[in-house]
């Protein structure tokens, strides 16, 4: 973090001292602070009302007409006033200062409008001089977050579905940096289990070590369609047309399929610790993760830890289920383990933790993970971004951590999300992760190649094309609440017109621009002057600027990515309107510089925004 003394120090600058701060305010990190503070302290001194009380109750505007924020005198809870009568009261006694340039009384509500020179100084200053740092506010200092995001199966390609878990968790995982806290993002891998004996059958009988090296994950794939078709087609063999099988009792061993059954004692040599099936398990794991990690690389994630189903020792597993034992938690049906949820949650229902051959289930395994996670890292909190299908699972899980008396089981959080309708490629096969954005990439390098004369100006073209192909992906994703299903179009997806991908990166790039032809330096534009800005977009547009940590405080309350993404829409509308008023071309140097800083901290602030949401933003495209 840089320093935070930029906002106290501007007001130094200005003859001002920082107001006394309420509790959950945060002044040195964010200016529309500064100013509630001031209005707090002053309504305080008035009304006798607890300041924390007012602060709260203080409201962000819509529109510039009704102030920058308002008070609805109701909110305060009074008894035995009339709230317009104490609208014009408090408005007439309110002793303005320097921090508020006007006070109105509108019905039961008052509107401050802020001292615009005041605002316009601190906020850009403080943009520009703490740069991607804007925004940042101390929410979670000292605290631990663990993320647990994406967990695909190796050896299965990246579909749709894997895509919404990464880049939500991605999303998430930067916004608790973004507030503090420290981060440690994990990727649970399906990484063990039967389906690594069909797969090693598989190699052996499909497998190719060149395309192996190639393509590790996509040829596993191949091979472990090949394998289940073999499968499938040896289970067919032993039933007859109508349906039934045709098999004396002795036989009906054999419809299990003789590939299954390979399949099925390869895995019980894995379970056993046999060197020589662990080491071609091991090999197909580490090539996989190789792969994804370049994956997650073009989507700017990076995990501290690749994890799995296959690192829970199976002393863990076996030291849960007895001390689900010990708790009275279990009943055995027919020699299989269950635990009854009912009795806690009528919806949660039975939940089988071992199987009547003294195998351990899905369930199990997650409990002696985060036992584990608990042991080894000691974190605060610890969330699960997984599809809303797994609710039930997420539920069981979390109950039976709570009643085996786990005081930090209360700190575990599912963020879930819906599903991506409607995906398959523009040729209409499987959706694959890498498919989409090889083929978004192409689209938007076919649109960048019709500008010839900015082409040309691209160092890198192919690496431009994908980046704001992925931007595309994840602004579509983004756009609705993470808990709908949402429908995923081709056509809106790659389009520059309206509120997509592609028009984020273009305003980025329009406004690097802007800062480029200006032969403006950094240093001119901290000693600009702001009340050269009286144009009423450039108060819109400031008070939008400054309006970035509330916004991120915001989404720490709903977790949704499209908090962030209707800001940086509406921001970009905004500077889009300074265009065609605010010059910078042409105009004399003074008016120059201070709209360029302006513009300056606006591209500052869409940069922070589209990087927390896991974007590269371009500068030429």
């Known amino acids: 973090m840089s320093s935070v003394s930029t906002i106290t120090q501007e007001l130094e600058k200005l003859g001002l001292q920082q107001p006394k701060s309420v509790k959950e305010s945060f002044p040195n990190y964010n200016i529309i602070d500064v100013f509630r503070n001031y209005i707090a302290d002053e309504l305080n001194r008035i009304s006798e009302v607890d300041k924390d009380t007012i602060y709260q109750a203080l409201d962000n505007t819509k529109t510039l007409d009704q102030g920058d924020v308002i008070i609805p005198i109701p909110k305060l809870k009074l008894k035995g006033i009339n709230p317009n009568e104490k609208s014009k009261e408090w408005a007439e006694k309110f002793d303005k200062g320097k921090f508020i340039s006007e006070i ?80 440690k993002r994990f990727n649970y891998l399906g990484d063990w289990g039967k389906q690594f004996g069909l797969l090693a059958v598989g190699f052996e009988k499909y497998g190719s070590e060149e395309q192996l090296a190639k393509d590790p994950i996509n040829h596993l794939f191949e091979v472990y369609v090949k394998i289940n078709n073999d499968v499938r087609n040896e289970t067919s063999e032993t039933i007859g047309e109508s349906g039934e099988f045709d098999a004396s009792e002795q036989d009906e061993k054999k419809i299990q399929s003789s590939t299954n059954e390979e399949a099925r004692q390869f895995f019980r040599r894995m379970e056993d610790g046999d060197e020589s099936a662990l080491k071609i398990w091991k090999r197909f794991r580490d090539l996989s993760i190789e792969r994804y990690i370049d994956t997650y690389a073009r989507l700017n994630i990076q995990y501290d830890v690749y994890s799995g189903e296959s690192q829970v020792p199976h002393e863990t597993m076996k030291n849960a289920t007895k001390q689900f034992e010990e708790k009275g938690l279990i009943h055995v049906d027919r020699g299989a383990k269950l635990i009854d949820l009912t009795k806690f949650n009528k919806k ?23 036992m584990k996670r608990y042991e080894t890292y000691k974190f605060d909190k610890m969330i699960y971004v997984v599809a809303s299908q797994q609710d039930l699972h997420c539920a069981q899980f979390f109950e039976i951590l709570k009643q085996m008396g786990l005081e930090w089981a209360n700190n575990l959080e599912h963020i879930n999300f819906g599903m991506v309708q409607g995906m398959s490629t523009r040729k209409g096969n499987v959706v694959f992760l890498d498919n989409i954005l090889q083929e978004t990439k192409e689209k938007m390098h076919e649109v960048m190649k019709k500008n010839e004369e900015k082409y040309k100006q691209i160092e890198e073209p192919d690496k431009i094309a994908d980046l704001i192909g992925i931007s595309a992906v994840m602004i579509q994703d983004f756009q609705s609440k993470r808990i709908l299903n949402y429908e995923f179009k081709w056509d809106r997806m790659t389009s520059f017109e309206g509120d997509t991908g592609p028009y984020l990166q273009y305003a980025h790039s329009r406004l690097c621009s802007v800062q480029r032809k200006s032969n403006i330096s950094e240093e001119e534009l901290e000693s600009a002057n702001f009340d050269l800005l009286v144009e009423p977009c450039a108060s819109n547009l400031i008070r939008t600027i400054a309006q970035y940590p509330d916004v991120i405080k915001k989404t720490t309350k709903n977790m949704e990515a499209s908090t962030i993404v209707t800001y940086l829409f509406n921001l970009t509308h905004i500077v889009s309107q300074c265009y065609d008023i605010l010059w910078v071309a042409g105009q004399e140097k003074d008016i120059a510089i201070a709209r360029l800083a302006l513009y300056a901290s606006a591209k500052q602030v869409l940069n922070n925004g589209m990087k927390l949401l896991g974007l590269t933003p371009v500068e030429r495209m």
């Open 348 to 370: 949660l229902g039975k939940a089988l933790v071992e199987k009547s051959d003294g195998t351990s289930l899905y369930l199990t395994r997650d409990v002696g993970e985060a």
């Open 104 to 183: 109105k009384s509108q019905g039961v509500f008052l509107q401050f409008f802020f001292n615009k020179h005041v605002l316009f100084d601190l906020t850009i200053n403080d943009v520009l001089k703490r740069k991607q740092d804007y925004g940042y506010l101390p929410l979670g200092e000292g605290k631990k977050v663990i993320v647990e995001f994406s967990s695909p199966n190796i050896a299965k390609p990246f579909h749709a579905g894997h895509l919404r878990s990464t880049i939500i968790g991605g999303f998430i995982s930067n916004l608790y940096e973004k507030i503090g806290w420290e981060v």
